[in-house]
């Protein structure tokens, strides 16, 4: 989940890549069955005939590239790990409305694929407005007009002058450079709450892990951002429709050559002639899967470096809202940065007294650490720092902790130190004669978030069809 209250200046930072992203950085034989940032045409009508492809994972990658394969013709099956489709898209209904454990937002409204998706499947959109924020100081004060202004002054020069100070050294995270451009930024909650807000909320990680070369990489579509109104799981619900999907099957083993691939699950075992992996980054860095032979070098290189970040969400009913129900979001510059800075508003979206809170950066392993009544305490000491008596005790909370479920082991890949936006475009190019992965953490453009998914299960089955036509 992304969630910023100051769009403009996140996303500034993701039109600077475009040019560097492109596929033309590689050489031709890095990417014999794969292409990148451009959505694929629709399939052929038969270009998949007497094709069998088996796709490993259910989220958005792998549903987009098993629905363009059996568009096409192909025999696809889809194994999952998990007991339900749709990855880290997970809606969560127990609160009465559908609150998003993971995927939140259509990220650019305009021309962008899942919007595409949900205007087809009669999605309800409600549109954010990032104008529509408020913002709470210890003891419940709102800053000035002027100091929102001028903190933000100081995050436009961040933003211009962090890449220049970096000259070019991969080592330097953000937090290096801020410390130079404006050491005193870091030190008061304001400050804190914009890098937050800005940086940490929207990359998944801490300042420090982030990369000072690169924390401006990425593409982005243009409007407004959507929560749908009847739950984001709508999407691959649709997607699923007439696919053969395998649950509760974990991948093991993946042995791939010219002549075809062998997946191994505790069930059973299963033969085709490609195979699209569309796991989480998190899972790959894990190791979870064993290649037989192991994934190129550059894969390898390209999995290490590229980040994995992590994100705490939680959703939270009350009897009534004690908050201001108008703004779509708001926000707290508490002592601690990270520490549920940014809070969507689900008064404004479905008529009910739900707050769903993001903590990031640092704090992430703390709240991880908490047990359910610890997680109760500090939700309350925060929103009773906002708004004094007024603030009532959780009714009801929910949360799904992605650090530590094994199927995805963090939230979305991020620029860390160290790391190239090329190194995405080396995971979209071919592992193997027959083997392709696929996921948000292959698209450079589009990495972090549900279109660049679902653009790179189109991308990798557009690859695969365009290889058995060549082969006929």
Partial sequence: ???????????????????????????????????????????????????????????M????????????????VVIEARDR??????????????????????????????????????????????????????????????????????????????TEEADGDKALSLLDVIEVIDPALVKEPIGNWALTDTYEGELAAPLDEISALHFDAGDLYDGPDAVLRDGYDT?????????????????????????????????????????????????????????????????????????????????????EAFWPKEPHFLGYAGETRGRFADMLNLVPIHGVPVLTMVASGDYVEKVEAMDEAALRSDVAAVLTDMFGDKAAAPKTIVRH?????????????????????????VLAGSAGPRLLLAGEHTSAAYFGTVHGALESGERAAAAILAAHKSAK
């Fill in 235 to 319: 999407l691959p619900k649709a997607l699923a429709k007439g696919l053969d999907v395998r649950l509760g099957e974990a991948v093991g083993s993946i042995k791939h050559s010219s002549d075809g691939v062998s997946v191994e699950t505790a069930k059973g075992t299963f033969t085709a002639d490609h195979c699209i992996v569309t796991v989480p980054l998190g899972v790959l860095k894990a190791g979870a899967i064993t290649f037989d032979p192991p994934l190129p070098q550059p894969h390898q290189k390209a999995i290490a470096a590229i980040g994995f970040g992590r994100l705490a969400k939680v959703s939270i009913a009350f009897d």
């Fill in 85 to 162: 489709i749709g990855g880290r898209i997970f809606s969560d209904r127990s609160l009465g409305v559908p609150v998003e454990h993971g995927a939140n937002f259509i990220h650019g409204f305009n021309d962008n694929p899942v919007a595409k998706l949900a205007t087809e499947t009669g999605a309800r959109p409600f549109f954010v407005d990032q104008e529509q924020w408020q913002l709470f100081q210890p003891g419940g004060m709102e800053p000035e007009d002027f100091e929102t202004d001028d903190i933000f002054d100081d995050m436009d020069a961040i933003a211009d002058k962090a």
């Fill in 401 to 425: 902790m992605w650090s530590s479920d094994p199927f995805a082991l963090g939230a979305y890949s991020f620029p860390a130190v160290g790391a190239e936006p090329a190194d995405h475009d």
């Fill in 1 to 59: 989940m992304r969630l910023s209250m100051r769009p403009d200046l996140h996303r500034r930072r993701l039109l600077l890549l475009l040019a560097a992203s492109g596929l033309s950085t590689l050489p031709l034989a890095g990417r014999t069955l794969a292409q990148q940032s451009q959505p694929a045409e629709r399939p052929e009508q038969g270009s998949g005939t007497g094709l069998k492809v088996i796709v490993v994972g259910a989220g």
């Fill in 61 to 76: 990658a792998g549903l987009s590239a098993a629905a363009a394969l059996v568009e096409a013709g192909a025999e696809v």
